[in-house]
Structure formats: structure tokens, C-alpha cells
């Protein structure tokens, strides 16, 4: 299994909503990562997990809150959003954090309304 | 300064063709270096690491200047599928972990 695995694939949510994305990897990487992207633009770095832990946080608003409940598995907590988050929001592991090169998930395209 | 520099192109070329991108990098303690292409509303894909001695896959070869930091992609006998954006990203692991995105360079290969 060479993939990283998001659901939902699309998502629209209101402003007082609390909604949550998935993403999961049985690849046996250890450093899971949590992008956004607007249109046009690079992705931006927004949390990295390495062995479940936390270790970078990218300065990110406390309305998106991040979970790793287990090695394969990360979660993006969505609550209170504003119109401007409205991204594509990206998963992706590596082997180790920052030294190899990384696999993406296919994304959620947030929108929110 | 950027740190990390790509022009945004687009790169119109004929099939067939022989292309090549660069991006040049801010930190010289940068260690790793990768070449993703990401197509319209896709994910990016790895598409090669770059390697101080330069490597090659296929139609694709990677070069890593450290003295002049950049990197390069040469891209030969362009397919209309190699279309896409090509983000250059730079990592400097060591300590603390930071990876950055280049701004991607779009190539359109027309027939």
C-alpha cells in the first residue's frame, strides 16, 4: 500500500459547524504532515507529526486543531471556520520527518459558507 | 530574497522538446532537495529527489548546485502529459525541521 488516504473528498461547512478531515497511511511512515493550499499558490505547512507527537505547529488559529491517534492515522478538527480558510487541505507522509521526500493525499476541498 | 525562487513561467513548448527549469534557494543549509509536479486541482507527486551528484530517471535529470544554490530539472523529449505545475522544495532538517515550497513553474507542452 503506497498511499495516503483522505476522506472527505469535498466538504462545505458553515461558519458555526464542527466538522473533521481523516487522513490515513499504511505505509509505515512516521512523520505525518497536515498542507493547505489556495489556488495558485504552494502549499503551506501547517502541522507535522513525527512519531505522534506534535512538532511543529505553523502558527496555525486554534479553530483547526490536529489529532494523531495512532501511527497510520491523522486528523484535522475544524470548528468556527472563516470563509478565507476555504482551501484544499493536504495530507502527506514521509519515512522520517524531513529527510525524504513525501507522499501526498488527493485532498479535502473546503469550502465554507 | 524569496527562499525559495521559481520562475512561474508558463513554459510553452513543443513536443518533443527539451526543457529546463531552475530555483534557486535563500538558506545554504539546506540538505535535501525534491522536484514535485502537481497537476490542475491534484495533489503533487514526488517526482525525483536531487542528489549533489545529480541524478537521472528516465527523460528527467536533476542537478544541485550548492556553490551557486540552485537546483535544476531538465525535462527531454517533452510528452504532452508532462504538463503540470513542477514545485521545487527545499528542507532544512537538521535540528528544526522546514520544509518550503517553491511557487511552481507551470509547463505547457503543445503539439
Known amino acids: 500500500d503506497t498511499e495516503v488516504t483522505q476522506t472527505p473528498k469535498h466538504l462545505v461547512m458553515g461558519m458555526t459547524n464542527k466538522k473533521s478531515l481523516k487522513c490515513e497511511q499504511h505505509?509505515?511512515?512516521?512523520?505525518m504532515y497536515w498542507y493547505k493550499q489556495k489556488a495558485k499558490k504552494p502549499p503551506e505547512l501547517m502541522f507535522v507529526y513525527s512519531y505522534e507527537k506534535l512538532s511543529i505547529n505553523e502558527s496555525v488559529p486554534s479553530r483547526f486543531s490536529p489529532e494523531c491517534p495512532n501511527s497510520s492515522l491523522l486528523n484535522l478538527h475544524l470548528h468556527a471556520l472563516q470563509p478565507e480558510d476555504s482551501a484544499l487541505y493536504l495530507c502527506?507522509?514521509?519515512?522520517?520527518?524531513?529527510?525524504?521526500?513525501?507522499?501526498f493525499g488527493s485532498g479535502t476541498r473546503l469550502t465554507v459558507v | 530574497r524569496k527562499e525559495v525562487e521559481q520562475d512561474p513561467g508558463p513554459f510553452n513548448v513543443p513536443e518533443g522538446a527539451t526543457v529546463a527549469f531552475n530555483c534557486t534557494y535563500s538558506n545554504s543549509a539546506s540538505q535535501s532537495f525534491f522536484w514535485y509536479r502537481q497537476d490542475c486541482r491534484k495533489e503533487p507527486k514526488l517526482l525525483m529527489s536531487?542528489?549533489?551528484s545529480g541524478n537521472e530517471d528516465g527523460r528527467f535529470t536533476a542537478q544541485l548546485n550548492r556553490a551557486s544554490q540552485y537546483i535544476s530539472l531538465l525535462i527531454r523529449d517533452s510528452k504532452l502529459s508532462d504538463s503540470a505545475t513542477y514545485l521545487c522544495?527545499?528542507?532544512?532538517?537538521?535540528?528544526?525541521?522546514?520544509?518550503?515550497f517553491g511557487t511552481g513553474t507551470k509547463l505547457q507542452v503543445i503539439p
Open positions: 502527506a507522509s514521509s519515512q522520517e520527518e524531513g529527510l525524504y521526500g513525501y507522499t
Open positions: 522544495v527545499v528542507d532544512y532538517s537538521g535540528g528544526y525541521q522546514k520544509v518550503t
Open positions: 505505509m509505515g511512515h512516521r512523520a
Open positions: 536531487v542528489y549533489s
